[in-house]
C-alpha cells in the first residue's frame, strides 16, 4: 500500500511540475494547455487522497 500512496503523490507532483514548466513557456496555446494540466492535477490530488485514505483505513484496522 506504501509503493500506491508514493506512486500517487508522485503523479501529482509530475503534473504540477509539467503544468508549470507549460504555464511559464507563454503563448496562448500553452496556457490552454497548463490550464488542463492542472484540471489533471486536481483529479490526481482526489485519487491520492482516497489511496491515502484507504491506506491509513487499513493501517488502522491491522492485527493489534
Do not use: C, E, H
Not at 514548466?21 to 484540471?39: A, P, V
Amino acid at each position: 500500500m506504501k509503493i500506491l500512496v508514493a506512486i500517487a503523490v508522485l503523479a501529482v507532483a509530475v503534473v504540477l511540475g509539467f503544468g508549470l514548466m507549460t504555464l511559464f513557456q507563454g503563448g496562448y496555446d500553452n496556457r490552454i494547455r497548463s490550464n488542463k494540466l492542472m484540471q489533471l492535477r486536481i483529479a490526481a490530488q482526489a485519487v491520492a487522497i482516497v489511496i491515502i485514505l484507504v491506506a491509513l483505513w487499513v493501517a488502522g484496522n491491522g492485527p493489534g
